[in-house]
């Protein structure tokens, strides 16, 4: 089944003014331009050329292929809540617009992604071109369009990643070799050629903004009702444990011990046109990794030291995915935001409680947390889907998070807590008190399991990995809230950043604290959020 991605925008000179839409058709697997459309609509709101330009952008695409998937990626935070079903629509002139876009494709072949200004050059100057035409009295002209050759070609969908996801070890052997192949190494700190003349390209072509598109920002309604206007842009959707020193480390590892779960809807039809510049002039480049860490996400040691100045240029690589001289848009991340559920009864006792024991449900005070939690994540609206681990306390805070937003919760038994073994129910001074020379083997290597057979952090990790493997497979480019446990979220953050299994003693991870780990499609992870707890204060 073909993929394609739709780019869509409106302006209005005014709002309401004179307005215009925009909408570019892509190849997902390419980024291949395969059909514009725009037009000017004569006096309208910024909202609804907006969404006349998504109208016009999957009619587009509908005549290339109405078998095909679609990906919408609008800049209007308004639209995408809106088509998500995450907002009601209450005004006159978007719901029939609303309703005929979302019968062009069946709902379960559409998704919907909000995406930067910035990222949205392409239609955000289809629609300023169908605006300027409109002033002269014409119409626009795909013949006459400079759209295309005025924006920077990008890599919208890259292809599956030739190496574990997120794994920070793979990532930078990845980045070692380009800057290797691309001729000259350049100084630490310093882009190469081939890097420094993308980002000049870039950079002048994102100069010049198209004047005089106004874009209404009103403020973000977190009822769920659609605000007069297009809400404030939010800051990703994350936020935020136990110190090292603390038993209930809790959900484990990052503590010694610990509960181890430590206009109108008329319009003419858009014009379609061919464009295959645009996938020869790619610079997307598959280089496959050099096996400095396990394929299967275990450990997440590197097999022996690299370079050092060789380790300094892949940090700061890896280090800064999207911005300066770093690697071309790869289209969006896949962003996991990681929730620790919240307080169990053994929680304030700091008790081991993996998922070998009581399996305990949330507390009043953990139910409470959870709603803290549900209200912080409406209010940014960015959360697209929520998935939690199998045991009781995951359950409830996911469920009580997902009533909030609007969403079902899906289960993945990938994300459970270690099992603790013999050590279930016990304080980290008990363990140290009945078995001592176990619990200086568990503290001092990856590999061995807590007393009684239960699991070590090696079969964590690599149970974890395949997981969030999974996970980024079914949720690519999308932003998903993991509801999870201690050892879980410590795994992920340990292996996008390539540290070694004792940092897992050395995170504090609080009782529904809120991470983020965002996945690139080339391998590399960047770790946006760790152990917030301000949305609890």
Known sequence: MREFVVEADGGSRGNPGPAGYGAVVSDAATGETLAEAAEYIGVATNNVAEYRGLLAGLRAARELDPDARVRVRMDSKLVVEQMSGRWKIKHPAMKPLAAQAATVFPPDRVTYEWIPRERNT?????ANEAMDAGRRGESWSPAESRA??????????????????????AGAARVREALASAGGAAAPGEPGPERRRAAEGTAAAGAADPAGTVRGRGTEDASGEEPDTEPGLRADDTEAGPRADDPEAADVPGGRGAEGDSGGAGGAAPTGRVRGRRAAESRATAVRASGEGPADGGSGRPAGPAPADGDRRAAQAVATPSSGWAPADLGAPATFVLLRHGETPLTPQKRFSGSGGSDPSLSDIGRE?????????????????????????????ARIVAARLGLDVAVEDGLRETDFGAWEGLTFGEVRERYPEDLDAWLASPDAEPTGGGESFAATAARVAEARDRLLAEYRGRTVLLVTHVTPVKMMIRLALGAPPEALFRMELSAASLSAVAYYADGNASVRLFNDTSHLR
């Open 369 to 397: 947390q959870a709603g803290k939690v549900a209200a912080v994540l409406a209010r940014r609206g960015t959360v697209q889907a929520v998935v939690a681990s199998p045991l009781a306390r995951t359950r409830e805070t």
């Open 148 to 169: 295309d050759l005025d924006t920077p070609p990008t890599a919208l969908l890259a292809p599956a990643p030739e190496v574990t996801p997120g794994d920070a070890t």
């Open 122 to 126: 392409h239609a955000d100057r289809l």
